[in-house]
């Protein structure tokens, strides 16, 4: 009778090991189709706030440098210029990738020009904002509407963004004058914390 209760127990453990382990592949399958989403998504040109995955509560999520080595690139600015990063090489570089229809971005944006404006004349530090999937006539109205003076880059085809890694909107990258990345982070900054995270 012992080994018949002791018998029945094992089976309910392994049966509920079972359950677990099922529902941990099953999360991961769902990550994995959440990731496929977002790269499916970004590289159709389709960015929007229905199919990208922040939040207004994601107003802080950083991270580690994911990337490794610097990505170069060459966009147009929405002054109809093309802007290499490598033009840029011997100066530190504040990246921030962002888009017109994202709640943290439009948060954070009057610090950005606030960091602009007091580092505008500073030759060994340059901010490049990244706008991601959306048009140059949206963006320009946008930055027109708003005032913002900082340089303003023209990711279409989120070919960049995708280099970089970033998956949350908006992102901000540290390349300091080695062009080496030292600083990467996920989530909306006011000034202060923007100025933490140049100094980091």
């Not at 944006?109 to 602009?116: F, G, N, R, S, T």
């Not at 080695?178 to 933490?196: K, L, V």
Request: aromatic content about 12%; proline content about 4%; hydrophobic content about 35%.
């Amino acid at each position: 009778m012992k080994k018949i209760i002791i018998g029945i127990i094992v089976i309910f453990f392994i049966i509920g090991g079972v359950q677990i382990y099922r529902e941990s592949l099953k999360k991961k399958a769902q990550e994995d189709i959440n990731n496929t989403e977002y790269s499916s998504s970004i590289n159709n040109g389709n960015i929007n706030e229905e199919n990208w995955d922040v939040k207004p509560k994601d107003l802080e999520v950083q991270s580690t440098n994911p990337i490794g080595e610097t990505p170069d690139f060459t966009l147009e600015s929405i002054k109809g210029e093309k802007i290499s990063l490598s033009q840029f090489k011997g100066k530190e570089i504040f990246l921030n990738f962002w888009a017109t229809w994202c709640p943290p971005c439009q948060l954070e944006m009057p610090d950005i020009e606030k960091l602009y404006q007091k580092y505008k004349n500073d030759k060994d530090f340059v901010i490049l904002t990244i706008n991601v999937g959306e048009s140059k006539e949206k963006v320009m109205s946008y930055i027109k509407e708003h005032n913002y003076n900082f340089e303003v880059l023209l990711d279409t085809n989120s070919d960049i963004s995708l280099k970089y890694k970033s998956r949350y909107l908006p992102t901000s990258v540290i390349i300091n004058k080695e062009g080496e990345i030292t600083n990467y982070r996920s989530g909306a900054m006011d000034f202060s914390q923007m100025e933490e995270f140049k100094k980091e």
